[in-house]
């Protein structure tokens, strides 16, 4: 499966942002899918993921960014509220087995498809 991530940008703080990631090549909805975000100088940190119809959310995001998934459109999106400075940094979306346990969807070494960052700036 092929990964597009799409949607950063600049955003004021409080404001709202929608992350896409478009799948090509397999269904997304075969996959284990996540979301993670790297600050300059650090390790990749996730974010949230989506298998099969439930969701996982870093404690730092949970209550403000939302996963979700369009089948028909074999996307998977982010949709992040209030957005605070602290949540500028790349975005990456990503996808691994169908199988991975619950404790494995934190680990970006899980997954093996990766698309491109988008850049996410939250600043006045």
């Known amino acids: 499966v092929q990964l597009q991530a799409s949607g950063g940008g600049l955003v004021q703080p409080g404001g709202s942002l929608r992350l896409s990631c478009a799948a090509s090549?397999?269904?997304?909805?075969?996959?284990?899918s996540g979301w993670f975000r790297q600050f300059p100088g650090k390790e990749r940190e996730f974010v949230g993921a989506i298998r099969r119809s439930s969701t996982y959310y870093a404690g730092s995001v949970k209550g403000r960014f939302t996963i979700s998934r369009d089948n028909a459109k074999n996307t998977m999106y982010l949709q992040m509220n209030t957005l605070e400075p602290e949540d500028t940094a790349v975005y990456y979306c990503?996808?691994?087995?169908?199988?991975?346990?619950?404790?494995?969807?934190?680990?970006?070494?899980?997954?093996?498809?990766w698309g491109q960052g988008t850049q996410v700036t939250v600043s006045s």
């Open positions: 990503a996808a691994g087995s169908l199988s991975l346990i619950v404790s494995s969807l934190w680990s970006p070494d899980q997954y093996n498809y």
């Open positions: 090549g397999r269904p997304l909805s075969g996959y284990s």
